[in-house]
């Protein structure tokens, strides 16, 4: 059974004054309501809680951005949501959370909620009712919600052959028991993961791994759902190394880097993900390769790894953990909210963006080709392919970029954009006109492809950006661009050098 209750009304939003938020007791009031029934609570939110239980303070600090006392911002403040959330998964309450911030939201506390209730958590920044492309957002991506096809009053349970544990899950559920995950509701687009600690020697040729999920039907009907998985054992490195799956190593490497910042620092956590990747590429050297030194020394992985090193690059490089004084907390909060929960098509460009030149683009690119719309030459994550007077595309899954370089010539503009010449475009938000014209045709059916492809709720906006426009949109989207360095962050060819160093030492 589904059910809807509107946590709060949103006071902060355009047009509609601002006041104190109770959200604590409406979520009390909603749960009275549904808890002898279970369903889902869906909470609008415009203000941060300062009435009754759960009330909140705005305790976001700037001056703690970039240090070692930042990850404080990334904890809970009070433990009304988290124990609130755990009387939820009991009584097979799921929560999502709709953030519309004016201002500070705290993120960190309030996604406690839809953590351990299986629900997710959506964040619109700067939110203005009356602007089309917001309101666009919002109804897309609360229409995907409601619609979306949910099990209920779910737990999973992994079981595996003798000698192997399931360990270390990670995802929105809350942990029942040592190997039970309780789930008010199951998405669709959501992921969960685990981790397998050997604990016997293996002398079988084949392990198995069964997974169960014992739910409810939207329709009422108790369902399991089991699924089998044999693979393989083996006693040789190399078949154990070609193995290897990087999107769903990157995706574990991802949430584990969220848990480790929450449990210790920022710092911590991408030292985490690079050590892992050391440690990956040291075994490596030492089983596969020669290991021999000296100046020539190359990093070596396997073939289906290659893309490992720039993919936690990317996962360093996040906003969720960048090494960054100007991320707001709340941001970093959300981000880190993606990163345990979006499925590994999600998780993949959000780490490592797609970047794309369209003033030069192959003349079937934007058109129909057997398998859908033709999507242009993807470009390597750095600036040096920016040309003055390019256009380029670029995307993350949660926001898409258009970049107009100083010097485009007034016909692309025209034609684009609707615009006789560059120093008239506005920067910020904007829907991509539809033109009569041949190539405005294609950009939009390239970036309606792109929407198509990423699986989920999510309406990612399209922002304009000049060249000499908004220094801050501007810098959001070159930072994208994960291949350059940093204000304190290294290049792809830095993150490699010191890989390498790491790895064969500094004498190499």
């Known amino acids: 059974m589904f059910a809807g209750s509107t946590g709060m009304t949103a006071p902060g939003m355009h047009g509609v004054p601002s006041g104190p938020s109770a959200m ?60 609130f959330a755990i009387d939820c998964s009991r009584s097979q309450v799921s929560v999502d959370m709709f953030l519309f911030a004016s201002g500070y939201a705290d993120i960190a506390t309030l996604s406690c909620l839809p953590r351990y209730t299986a629900g997710q958590t959506y964040f619109y920044p700067a939110f203005n009712a009356a602007r089309s492309e917001d309101a666009l957002k919002f109804a897309h991506e609360f229409g995907e919600v409601l619609a979306s096809p949910i099990g209920l009053e779910a737990v999973i349970r992994v079981r595996a052959s003798r000698g192997l544990r399931m360990t270390s899950f990670n995802g929105n559920f809350f942990v029942r028991s040592t190997d039970l995950l309780s789930l008010a509701s199951v998405p669709v687009d959501q992921t969960y993961t685990m981790e397998v600690v050997i604990e016997e020697n293996l002398t079988v040729p084949f392990v198995v791994f069964q997974t169960a999920v014992l739910h409810t039907s939207c329709f009422g009907e108790r369902r399991i759902r089991v699924v089998n998985l044999a693979l393989p054992t083996t006693s040789s490195i190399s078949e154990l190394f070609s193995s290897v799956d990087q999107v769903a190593l990157a995706t574990i490497l991802a949430q584990r880097a969220v848990e480790r910042s929450l449990s210790h620092k920022l710092e911590d956590a991408r030292d985490a993900v690079a050590n892992k990747l050391v440690d990956i590429l040291s075994a490596y050297r030492t089983s596969m390769t020669a290991g021999g030194a000296g100046a020539a020394a190359q990093l070596a992985i396997a073939e289906n790894m290659k893309m490992l090193p720039v993919l936690t690059l990317g996962i360093v490089k996040n906003p969720a953990i960048r090494q960054s004084s100007i991320i707001p907390s709340d941001l970093r909060a959300y981000s880190q909210a993606l990163l345990t929960s ?98 405005n045709q294609r950009i939009n059916a390239i970036i309606a492809k792109t929407r198509e492809m990423r699986r989920g709720p999510y309406w990612p906006h399209l922002y304009l950006v000049k060249e000499d426009g908004e220094p801050a949109l501007r810098q959001w989207a070159l930072s994208m661009l994960i291949q350059d360095r940093g204000d304190q962050t290294p290049s792809y060819q830095q993150y490699l050098n010191m890989l390498r160093e790491k790895v064969y030492g500094s004498g190499y």
């Open 24 to 83: 604590g007791p409406a979520l009390q009031a909603g749960y009275k309501l549904i808890s002898p029934i279970g369903g889902k609570l869906m909470v609008l939110s415009a203000s941060l809680p300062t009435l009754g239980a759960g009330a909140l303070k705005d305790r976001d600090d700037p001056k703690l951005f970039g240090t070692s006392k930042e990850s404080n911002l990334l904890q809970p403040a009070s433990p009304f949501y988290k124990t």
């Open 342 to 439: 979006l499925p590994p098509q999600l998780i993949i460009p959000y780490i490592h963006p797609c970047f794309y030149s369209l003033h030069d683009m192959a003349p079937e690119a934007g058109t129909v080709g057997e398998r859908g719309i033709i999507m242009p030459a993807p470009l390597p994550l750095s600036s040096e392919r920016l040309e003055r007077h390019g256009l380029y595309f670029i995307e993350d899954g949660q926001a898409m970029f258009l970049w107009v370089g100083r010097d485009a010539v007034p016909p692309l503009v025209q034609d684009v954009f609707d615009v006789e010449r560059y120093d008239l475009l506005q920067s910020g938000k904007i829907t991509l006109p539809y033109l009569d014209n041949d190539f």
